[in-house]
């Protein structure tokens, strides 16, 4: 399998990078002050993933925005209630609606919500099966025929946390990236329904500068299609009157040469690659139009593979077999890191 | 290469003098005015640079400098690589307790363009503390300047029994 290196690793005085061991490990304070460099999930675990995904199941992950949570491990949680959950949920949206008016559990309600098992997006054998949260409206009376309108989408996901399952203790299960898709005003009442059902905490997730070009290189070293797009990177300039964004767009096949020069190890990645790519791309604009880009906010990084805005909006793009684990990893640790 | 020495001149009585060295002007101006504003028993004079070397030209009317301050904004990678393109226009002797390293924007981790450990090890390398805040907050600027100048003041040799050597070993066993 491959074996990624994930993104923050221990450095070690003398400068070589480690990784712990153990994700029960993983430092939980703050990022910043003393803690020096935080450490990321153990490199292990197979991509089970790649393999099933030929499957039409997540088909429907592609091609849309998501924007990201990290969700605390949920409190009494049991895959096998998920019928149950759905009811309960769509009472409960119901309920919302009407201002708090008691609604009956199990009546048809205008909007049907759908909870589901996503096992093919599993990483390792240990991972929690991924769970789907779709809520569509009913067709009205009059146009019977027509299908039902999914209006909102949001999964849980955990891939390759091994250990990370291994320590949980009993009772919890640990799901740590959400991602939905869709009004959120929705959100907010599926996020709030999890919270009192399972004790859990949503935090939205915003990806920082570092953690997007991080992306820009593990994108780019993807193997390309045939006319892929051209990567984009936005920059924002800071502390002017006006708003300045910067678009630098690289053909597909360019940032690949390049990154292939860069990448020591195929298959890993390291910061310092990482670096190394960026600083390549940061120099050679500086050349053209004299602005160092490294004193500006990378904001935006999009590829044919994938894209994603610090926000903490994602989008997947058509290749279905870069839909990668590695990816899903990458969340995990951020949704673990942002404590 | 023009390197820049610690004791090449000769003290000014009751005074000390601090070089920011930052590639933001903005927060290097707050913060020195906030140094400014608070109460103190000597005289300071606060040196402004985006970069180092200092321009020759002026050096004879420069006074001697007991502290740099090298800041860097964790929002932007440029001013880590200007401080350490700055950094070898420093005498070794420099970093006898001399040098101290300010980062900035800690705390937003959102914006974060710089790895936290890589600046870390600068503070190893260079054997000088790093000191974390985020200027932009009214509170920590204050308390900020109120540690730099405590820090300045002992630089200078103004504390007596404390020299700028047993302080940074201290502040730095102190991690």
Redesign the interface.
């Given at each position: 399998g491959v074996v990624l290196r994930p993104f923050?690793v221990?450095?070690s005085?003398d400068?070589a990078a480690r990784t712990l061991p153990s994700i029960g490990r993983l430092s939980w304070g703050l990022?910043?002050?003393?803690?020096?460099?935080?450490c990321g999930l153990s490199p292990s675990g197979g991509l089970l993933l790649q393999k099933n995904l030929d499957s039409q199941a997540v088909a429907f992950l592609l091609r849309k925005r998501w924007a990201l949570y990290s969700v605390t491990p949920l409190y009494k949680f049991s895959s096998a209630h998920l019928k149950a959950y759905a009811k309960l949920l769509s009472a409960y949206i119901a309920a919302e609606k009407q201002n708090g008016l008691a609604v009956e559990v199990g009546v048809e309600l205008d909007i049907k919500v759908a909870i589901s098992c996503l096992p093919d997006l599993k990483g390792s054998e240990q991972d929690e099966a991924a769970v789907l949260v779709q809520l569509s409206l009913r067709p009205q009376a009059s146009q019977k025929k027509s299908e039902e309108k999914v209006v909102w989408s949001g999964w849980f996901c955990s891939v390759c946390g091994d250990d990370l399952s291994k320590n949980m203790p009993a009772d919890f299960t640990c799901l740590p990236v959400f991602l939905a898709n869709g009004a959120e005003s929705y959100t907010s009442i599926v996020g709030s329904w999890f919270q009192k059902m399972f004790d859990c905490c949503f935090h939205h997730l915003?990806?920082?500068?570092?953690n997007l070009s991080w992306m820009a290189a593990m994108w780019t070293g993807c193997k390309l299609e045939e006319n892929a797009s051209a990567m984009e990177l936005v920059f924002s300039v800071?502390?002017l009157p006006q708003s300045l964004d910067i678009s630098y767009a690289i053909h597909a096949e360019d940032a690949k040469a390049l990154w292939d020069t860069v990448q020591k190890t195929p298959g890993e990645i390291t910061?310092e690659e990482v670096?190394v790519f960026m600083d390549c791309l940061y120099s050679h604009f500086h050349r053209h139009f004299k602005i160092?880009l490294?004193?500006?906010?990378?904001v935006k990084v999009s590829t044919a593979v994938a894209s994603a805005h610090?926000d903490g909006i994602i989008k997947l793009g058509l290749s279905r077999q870069y839909f990668i684990a590695a990816f899903q990893r990458k969340l995990l640790t951020l949704a673990l890191g942002?404590k | 290469m023009a390197v820049f020495q610690p004791f090449d001149k000769l003290p000014v009585l009751n005074s000390a003098t601090l070089l920011l060295v930052g590639?933001?002007r903005?927060l290097q101006q707050e913060l020195a005015k906030a140094m400014l504003q608070e109460k103190k028993s000597f005289k300071i004079s606060i040196h402004l640079a985006t970069s180092l070397p200092l321009p020759s030209e002026g050096d004879h009317l420069r006074p001697r400098i007991d502290l740099i301050v090298f800041m860097i904004d964790?929002?932007?990678?440029?001013?880590l690589?200007n401080v350490e393109a700055s950094l070898a226009h420093v005498a070794a002797s420099f970093f006898l307790g001399k040098v101290c390293f300010l980062v900035t924007g800690?705390?937003r981790?959102?914006?974060?363009?710089?790895?936290?450990?890589?600046i870390?090890?600068l503070g190893?390398v260079y054997c000088s503390p790093v000191l974390?805040c985020e200027l932009e907050l009214e509170r920590t600027r204050v308390a900020t300047a109120q540690r730099l100048l405590r820090m300045l003041q002992i630089c200078a040799g103004h504390v007596p029994g404390v020299s700028a050597l047993t302080f940074n070993f201290m502040l730095r066993n102190s991690?």
């Open positions: 923050l221990m450095e005085l400068g990022p910043f002050g003393r803690a020096h460099g935080r915003a990806i920082s500068p570092l800071p502390s910061q670096d160092h490294s004193a500006t906010k990378l610090c942002q | 590639s933001d903005g964790v929002k932007t990678k440029y001013s690589k800690v705390g981790v959102n914006y974060c363009s710089v790895e936290m450990s890589s870390w090890k190893e974390y991690y």
